[in-house]
């Protein structure tokens, strides 16, 4: 592992529990909730709380009834295909580190549990639940020696592994969703939180006339012309796709936001859980 990212994991802990208030422990607040019934629905009641599948069955809408617990269960999944090895600044990976420090950290100081798993075109790491230091710092530095070259997302095979977590959870999906597959099914189950991930100069690429791009997932190599033409159509394709992404996650009731390679996470996640 790089010292850089260890570094990334110290400052983590120190901003966590040295600048996080000590009566409001935690940068997140989940649910925290285990189901116990299906209820029909009233007038007041949360629509996100909607079993559609069973209201359709039963043609009436039915909500869940959840019974609440002191501790939350969080879940962190990194997909670190070969993508996250690019960076301007900072690696992407790199920043999905700090990132996933923060977050382990702030479950740890609230005495939630946490634990984590990688995947890129498969499951590569799964690390139990805990409620150690030890074990978010062992977490986080497995992201950071983990090698994302040559590899390609899988998104299907991170939410079928997902949906298998039996205990309600609050899952964080870091990624940077340039691509992306159904969850609205893993949302019905679970409160999840799509944080996404993204180097500026992959939205809007200089211009830079011919040159070798080389794909760090299929790693083959490609000799183009960067003209005004080809980086504006990328431009608005990224755009449509994104668009795409964002209109998915609001149907599917999923929290998302973005986190640049440049950004400070820190104040972003304070900002974004309020």
């Not at 950290?105 to 995947?119: E, H, L, M, P, V």
């Not at 003209?227 to 964002?246: A, G, P, Q, T, W």
Request: charge should be positive.
């Amino acid at each position: 592992m790089e010292k850089s990212v260890k570094k990334l994991i110290i400052k983590a802990k120190r901003k966590v529990f040295s600048e996080i208030p000590g009566n409001n422990p935690s940068i997140f607040r989940g649910e925290g909730f285990d189901f116990v019934e299906l209820r029909e629905y009233q007038y007041g009641d949360d629509v996100k709380k909607i079993d559609w599948l069973i209201s359709a069955k039963l043609q009436k809408p039915y909500v869940k009834i959840f019974k609440e617990e002191r501790e939350l269960n969080v879940v962190l999944a990194a997909m670190l295909d070969g993508g996250t090895y690019f960076g301007s600044r900072v690696l992407k990976r790199d920043q999905m580190v700090y990132i996933a420090a923060l977050i382990g950290f702030s479950a740890i100081k609230n005495r939630d549990r946490f634990c984590g798993f990688i995947f890129a075109d498969r499951e590569y790491g799964f690390f139990k639940p805990t409620k150690s230091s030890a074990g978010v710092t062992r977490f986080c530095e497995s992201m950071g020696s983990f090698s994302p070259l040559g590899k390609t997302g899988n998104y299907d095979v991170m939410i079928e592994r997902l949906f298998r977590i039996k205990r309600r959870s609050l899952i964080f999906v870091l990624a940077d969703f340039l691509d992306f597959s159904d969850m609205r099914v893993l949302a019905r189950k679970h409160e999840v939180v799509a944080v996404i991930v993204r180097d500026e100069m992959e939205e809007s690429p200089p211009e830079l006339g011919f040159v070798t791009l080389l794909d760090p997932g299929g790693r083959e190599s490609m000799t183009m012309d960067l003209d005004s033409r080809v980086v504006s159509n990328y431009k608005k394709e990224l755009k449509k796709r994104d668009f795409e992404l964002y209109e998915h996650l609001k149907k599917a009731g999923i929290r998302f936001l973005k986190i640049y390679t440049h950004d400070k996470p820190f104040a972003k996640l304070l900002r974004f859980f309020g």
